[in-house]
């Protein structure tokens, strides 16, 4: 199993998570990250860590956002590897909760 990170990360942009994920399986673009499947040991560290709570386990994503894992696997291939926390976007805690986020998604 993985963590997948879902919708409310779009915009928000929070990197509290990375900090703790001992390897290294968070990639970034530019207004939202993502978990590679394939490096992701399941430890559970991230989730907890994520103040705008966009982090589940993959067997835990609600089923409005199952779209999510495939756009994590898809998304690690395209983006590099982050390792270390960054600002947050000055507007992130206006981000944070709005719903139908997919669509401000940049690639």
């Given at each position: 199993m993985t963590y997948v990170v879902t919708e409310?990360?779009?915009?928000c942009l929070y990197t509290d998570c990375v900090e703790v994920c001992p390897v290294?399986?968070?990639h970034v673009g530019?207004?939202?990250?993502?978990?590679?499947?394939?490096?992701?040991i399941d430890c559970t560290l991230c989730e907890p860590e994520c103040p705008a709570e966009a982090i589940f386990a993959e067997d835990d994503v609600p089923d409005d956002m199952q779209q999510y894992i495939a756009l994590n696997a898809e998304l690690t291939k395209?983006?590099?590897?982050?390792?270390?926390?960054?600002?947050s976007p000055a507007d992130a805690k206006e981000w944070d909760g709005v719903k139908d986020k997919l669509k401000y998604l940049e690639r």
């Open positions: 409310n990360c779009i915009k290294d399986c968070f530019p207004n939202f990250m993502v978990i590679d499947p394939d490096e992701c395209k983006w590099p590897v982050l390792t270390e926390k960054t600002d």
